[in-house]
């Protein structure tokens, strides 16, 4: 009769985040709520954050009913102290911080080869309102958790495949403040490092979420969309949900201060 023997790489260990407290920005809709369902459905503590409150309430209760230990948190990226009073939130409950997602960011509209987002109609007011959210936004949250959150944490930023590549069929300000953001991955991985913290980005590519639905001409610009991904569709939400597991359990013990593009192939298309 052989004894037991628990396996440390099993999928249940590996990929364990039971008890971890967590927080997600942009949590309301799109691939914030699918990061905030999956940490939360496989038994994380998580605060939602998201400045839109009727939609993050009615993410929480969601969550809340399938018997998920989840919280709501009216959160403004762009302001620093909105950031860090629901941050001081999730940090004192349960046990502390050790995972966060800095997701949240909005649109830039559409890129050149629409004809409207070419370089002399850029809008400067909605330039620094993309640039005040995706990136600065994205460094408040950042900050606020590294400087809360438990030796060994982790951190993962939303980037984009726009921010990695020359994009036309998104807007200047998108494909800047993604390309930003990745690199401040990299420096806060570095620093953050020798207390165990791992920071990493996904870089999605063309998903279903509410910035590609609410795209003025959305219909043409979806059409685009497609064309530019191999697989030759647009992927759900909930189809991000393994890589974020991945990011944020011990799965990912040994990776800091990488990004991970997940586009269905745009990235190697050619047509």
Same mark, same amino acid.
């Given at each position: ?38 940490? /939360? ?9 998201? *400045? ?26 762009? =302001? ?21 997602? %800095? ?15 070419? $370089?002399?109609?850029?809008? =400067?007011?909605?330039? %620094? ?5 995706? $990136? @600065?936004?994205?460094?408040? @949250? ?26 036309? $069929? ?6 800047? @403040? ?14 953050? %490092?020798?207390?165990?913290?791992? *920071? ?15 795209? /003025? ?14 697989? =030759? ?12 597991? $991945? ?22 298309? @050619?047509?």
């Amino acid at each position: 009769m052989t004894g037991t023997h628990e396996n440390p790489s099993a999928p249940e260990r590996l990929f364990d985040v039971r008890g971890r407290g967590a927080l997600v920005t942009g949590a309301a809709s799109g691939l914030g709520q699918a990061f905030a369902r999956v940490l /939360a459905r496989n038994g994380a503590r998580v605060t939602l954050a998201d *400045v839109a409150a009727e939609s993050l309430a009615a993410a929480v209760d969601e969550l809340a009913d399938e018997g998920c230990e989840v919280r709501g948190a009216v959160v403004d990226i762009r =302001d620093r102290a909105s950031v860090e009073r629901a941050l001081d939130a999730a940090s004192s409950w349960g046990d502390g911080l050790d995972i966060v997602f %800095a997701n949240a960011g909005i649109s830039a509209g559409r890129g050149h080869h629409f004809g409207d987002g070419v $370089l002399a109609r850029i809008d =400067d007011e909605r330039w %620094a309102q993309v640039l005040e959210t995706n $990136l @600065t936004g994205t460094m408040h @949250t950042v900050r606020g958790a590294a400087a809360r959150m438990n030796d060994g944490g982790r951190i993962v930023v939303t980037s984009s495949v726009a921010g990695h590549r020359a994009d036309p $069929l998104v807007g200047y300000a998108y494909s800047a @403040t993604k390309a930003a953001v990745s690199h401040l991955v990299r420096n806060a991985a570095a620093e953050l %490092a020798p207390r165990g913290i791992r *920071v990493n980005a996904i870089a999605p590519g063309s998903f279903l979420t509410g910035i590609g639905r609410g795209n /003025a001409g959305n219909g043409e610009m979806l059409e685009a969309l497609t064309r530019a991904t191999a697989l =030759d569709r647009l992927a759900e939400p909930e189809e991000i949900e393994g890589l974020a597991l $991945l990011l944020a359990s011990p799965a990912s013990s040994h990776i800091t201060g990488a990004v991970f593009v997940i586009d269905g192939g745009v990235m190697i298309h @050619t047509t």
